[in-house]
């Protein structure tokens, strides 16, 4: 695996534990993730897809990224991808602890 691809994978499962949190504070479950496209129209995003993002099996597409967004009332994109300076900091400690215990590194 190459370096690139494995910090997604860090990113991505840390990511999703954080969704999944900020989910169950709110008592949203994954098939309540939505947003209003263009014609004002609800538009869901897959239960089976939302899975796949909370466990970090699988990217934000950019309409999964705008219902995340709206569902969970973050008012920008840095606060759904980076929500906090805590997962800054976990991110970074995760990503070293990586570097220097895996040996793809």
């Known amino acids: 695996m190459t370096y690139s691809k494995e910090i997604k994978r860090l990113y991505s499962q840390l990511l ?3 969704l999944k949190t ?4 709110m008592g949203i479950y994954n ?7 263009s014609d004002n ?3 869901f995003i897959a239960e ?5 993002i909370i466990k970090g099996r699988r990217n934000l597409t950019f309409e999964s990224s705008l219902a995340f967004q709206a569902t969970l009332n ?5 606060e759904l991808f980076f929500p906090s ?3 800054e900091l976990q991110l970074i400690e995760t990503i070293i602890s990586t570097i220097l215990t895996a040996s793809c590194f």
């Open 48 to 52: 089976s897809s939302v899975g796949q």
């Open 16 to 18: 999703g534990k954080s």
């Open 31 to 37: 098939n309540q993730i939505a947003y209003y496209n």
């Open 41 to 43: 129209k609800l538009v």
């Open 74 to 78: 973050y008012k920008t994109p840095r």
């Open 22 to 25: 900020r989910m169950n504070e």
């Open 85 to 87: 300076s805590e997962f």
